[in-house]
């Protein structure tokens, strides 16, 4: 596979380096089964309120390890809301998160031990400017597990390589272009060896001729088998990459199937009316 960019010095990521992706993946997976049949995110009556207003209107989704699911939708139909609720940023009204067996509205459950087992990237970078590429890669393994730095130095560097950018290690955030620093964004995020990859609209914020290489990197994550669940507006990437397609609007799941259902046999009138818009 490679991955192509409009920057000259930009590095291509060689086969050898989705292989050791894919490997990567698939000793997590094996590492934190937790059985056979378990499911790796529960959603049950997920509800989410602000105020007077609900967000969320009682969501019900089960994600099996190894899914890639899309979440298509308008803006303002609490898509972003539901992500953050599965990595505990958000604290549901009522209802439930289960993420590997663990809930998170069990006040015993600690919350970043889960974190451990999600890694989110958002729309925005959030890189420190005051760090190299690579020590903003380094932070969290160092932090949160005490990583000696020798280690973790050596992971950013080849988690770098993943994702094409190892040649900028040493180099500051502010130096790269916006698809690069996301691009980044993702080896961070990595970096915990998290079990389920979250991505909310982790494009929008790019130029058009970035999205493709930040959507390279995330499609090679779903070719290697990590559990993902995305929400984009890139409709043609969804339905490439998703082994099932969610459709929300105003807080609630209108409809959800595979991808050539979804786009190739809309059945509820919202989604038709929104795929006419957007395709």
């Known amino acids: 596979m490679k991955l192509t960019t409009n920057n000259q010095d930009d590095l291509e990521i060689a086969d050898m380096n989705t292989d050791r992706l894919t490997q990567r993946i698939r000793t997590r997976q094996a590492k934190e089964a937790k059985g056979e049949a378990g499911a790796a995110v529960q959603i049950i009556d997920l509800h989410k309120k602000y105020g007077d207003t ?14 890639v699911i899309s979440i298509i939708g308008p803006s303002g139909a609490g898509k972003s809301t539901l992500l953050r609720c599965i990595n505990g940023l ?37 890189l420190f400017p005051n760090m190299s590429v690579a020590e903003n890669i380094m932070l969290a393994p160092t932090m949160l597990r005490k990583t000696p730095k020798e280690d973790a130095y050596q992971q950013a560097l080849d988690l770098l390589d993943i994702v094409g950018l ?3 290690a040493d180099t500051g955030p502010q130096s790269l272009s916006g698809g690069q620093q996301q691009r980044v964004a993702i080896a961070r995020a990595l970096a915990m060896n998290p079990e389920i990859m979250l991505f909310d609209e982790a494009t929008s914020a790019l130029d058009p001729e970035m999205v493709g290489d930040v959507l390279e990197v995330i499609r090679s994550l779903a070719q290697g088998g990590m559990t993902m669940i995305l929400v984009t507006h890139e409709m043609a990437f969804a339905r490439e990459v998703s082994s099932r397609v969610i459709f929300t609007d105003a807080g609630v799941i209108e409809e959800e199937g595979t991808p050539e259902q979804i786009f190739g046999d809309p059945h509820s009138p919202r989604l038709k009316t929104f795929l006419s818009k957007v395709l």
Not at 58 to 63: A, F, H, N, R
Not at 113 to 122: A, P, Y
């Open 54 to 67: 609900e967000v969320l209107k009682g969501i019900d989704i089960e994600v099996a390890s190894g899914e």
């Open 90 to 126: 958000e604290t549901p009204t009522s209802g439930r998160v289960v993420v590997f067996g663990m809930d998170l509205s069990d006040p015993k459950t600690n919350i970043d031990r889960v974190r451990e087992h999600v890694g989110m990237v958002f729309q925005h970078f959030n």
């Open 166 to 168: 190892k040649e900028k």
